[in-house]
């Protein structure tokens, strides 16, 4: 909360800024009149009086940049739903008369509504913190997506682990590659379950996982010998079915130029810890062919409880780049999709949620992990895992 504080007091400097010079500029504009100056007489007098007003403005000015800049600096510095795109904009147009105020306008109000939010949150896990929600039987796993890594400071699920632990929630990570076959990424969960229950000597792990982490999961469950340290597996936008939208692109692009990418990315994720990463590997298993053929051999485990997530954008453009530049391509192949994965291919397991919101914005695949940070009105991204999780306790998990 002293990020929230803080980004508060910047608020108010913004909000306070905004007063004084509405105040301060009636007060400088009677003084330039001469409506409330004490008239001195003849022209001697009125050159001091001249003098005095030019040193209130120069006091004014003085006084109302130090209260604008530490706003500004203070909100920038600490907000997380400007964005970038807010932070440019407040540059670019804090030099252009009148569309200054509308920008100022969108800033106070921005973060107004964030720290309105996280006050609100505070106060809820405040009041709930000793029923710890979230202190399932077993611990979570949450096993991340391909072209990712799990990194100490760069969390792929957002906010959300920190608001889980906040409501009693005991968290893992996959530490796999961010991209091999599914198979291969298997075989690393596998051993990273092996570890976690050697560890902490906990008897099985709940494992969220997102995207194609959900066809990791599932082949480590069906494949190897982790199998009875999974309590139960809650795939988030998983494309079950693959992607007729990934079988489109690797039979347009050369093989030459697909070889050329699979080395650079291969050549990067090694140098970030990834083993024998392999590229298209990852890429060819998440077509629609080769999961039907998964799906054909990859059979469920009876002593697992499964249940899957799956969320739309509403319409094109909505969203964050780069899903929202994908959203129509993807549209075209596989229907209504998250900007990545199709609607049809989500489903997997005895529950299934689909979340969507009214309106143009919708939620996109980095959306439904809080990859940027954003709060979605009708959306509450951390309290809907929260209450995932929750549910998992009262099923004895």
Known sequence: MKRVRICNFGRIMLKLFCFTTVILSIYLLLGFFGLYQTWFGGPAGLKQQTSYWLIRLGIVILLENII??????????????????????????????????????????TTG???????????????????????????????????????????????IPEELEKNGARIYYGNHNSASAVRDSAEQLAARVHEIIDKTGCEKVNIIAHSKGGLDSRAMIALTDAAPYVASLTTINTPHRGCQFADYLLNKIPAKQQKAVEKAYNAGAAKLGDVNPDFLAAVHDLTFENCEKFNEEIKDDLNVFYQSVGSKLNKPMSGRFPLNFT???????????????????FSWGENYQFLTVEGKRGISHGDVIDLNRENIPGFDVREFYVQLVADLKNKGL
């Open 327 to 345: 959203y129509p391509l993807v549209k075209y192949f596989d229907g209504a999709n998250d900007g990545l994965v199709g609607e049809e291919s």
């Open 113 to 159: 509504q964030e720290v309105k939010m996280e006050k609100m949150r505070a106060k809820r896990n405040k009041k709930r913190a000793k029923q710890e929600i979230c202190r399932t039987k077993y611990p979570l796993l949450m096993v991340h997506g391909v072209f990712f890594r799990d990194f100490e400071h760069l969390n792929y699920w957002g906010r």
């Open 68 to 109: 604008f800049w530490t706003g500004i600096i203070t909100v920038y510095l600490t907000s997380e739903q400007l964005g970038i795109r807010w932070r440019v904009l407040g540059v670019v147009c804090g030099w252009i008369p009148v569309v200054h105020l509308i920008m100022l306008h969108v800033i106070i109000k």
